[in-house]
């Protein structure tokens, strides 16, 4: 999934990124409010992580702004202070959870991963189609029931495609979901990922559109 993350914090952005990085996403870093803003409507993200404290606007205000947008991605509020007005405030001006610094990479993957499955209307932890079953928890992938190991790009890619079973993606669409800014995208890479996948998963698992897209069947 491609995430914003607002953070103008260099260390704690740094591992944020990283560690977002790590769980398969594609991350888009901005440093301060106003590029947050442009990032967001330029991009179409699958949720933001947003720290409250930041020059040039501050997280509640390009919340605000954002919802009165009529935005409804999912939206995870970094609080610098233990306060509970912080929190109700971030929470009233549309963010769906917070965490208050310090707080363990692992807490914030695992909030970000409840977010994106609510937002994706798939509240159970796995995600299954086609016999395929993916964990975002663990990015363990099996196929009726057998093991199948995917690089980074690959599981982001299949976890694109699963998440809306019988609905094509464009080529477009899915390098958005794997590059982030500043990466290099190669002119047929998508098409690489998904022979690697046919390869791996059953060459019947994704089909083709011609001019459309690609497509998990939903059954
Ligand atoms: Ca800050």
């Known amino acids: 999934m491609r995430i914003l993350l607002v953070e103008d914090d260099a260390l704690l952005g740094d591992a944020i990124q990283a560690g977002l990085r790590q769980a398969g996403h594609a991350v888009d870093w901005a440093r301060d409010g106003v590029k947050a ?72 993957q695992a909030r970000l991963r409840a977010l994106l499955r609510r937002a994706s209307g798939t509240p159970a932890p796995l995600i299954e189609a086609a016999g395929i079953s993916l964990d975002p928890a663990t990015r363990r992938v099996t196929r009726n029931g057998q093991e199948i190991e995917l690089s980074a790009r690959e599981y982001a890619l299949l976890h694109a495609l699963l998440q809306h079973p019988g609905r094509a993606l464009s080529r477009a669409q899915l390098e958005e979901q794997l590059y982030a800014w500043g990466e290099e995208i ?33 059954t």
Do not use: M, Q, W
């Open 37 to 108: 803003e442009l990032a967001l409507a330029a991009e179409d993200y699958a949720a933001v992580v947003l720290d409250l404290g930041l020059p040039r606007k501050d997280g509640l205000t390009l919340l605000g702004e954002l919802r009165a947008r009529g935005k409804t991605l999912p939206v995870l509020i970094l609080t610098a202070r233990d306060t509970v007005d912080d929190r109700i405030r971030g929470l009233d001006s549309g963010a769906d959870d917070y965490l208050v610094k310090p707080f363990e990479l692992s807490e914030l």
């Open 186 to 218: 190669g002119s047929n890479a998508v098409e690489v990922f998904i022979h690697h996948l046919r390869r791996k998963l059953g060459s019947e698992t994704i089909r083709t559109l011609r001019g459309i897209g690609y497509v998990i069947p939903k």
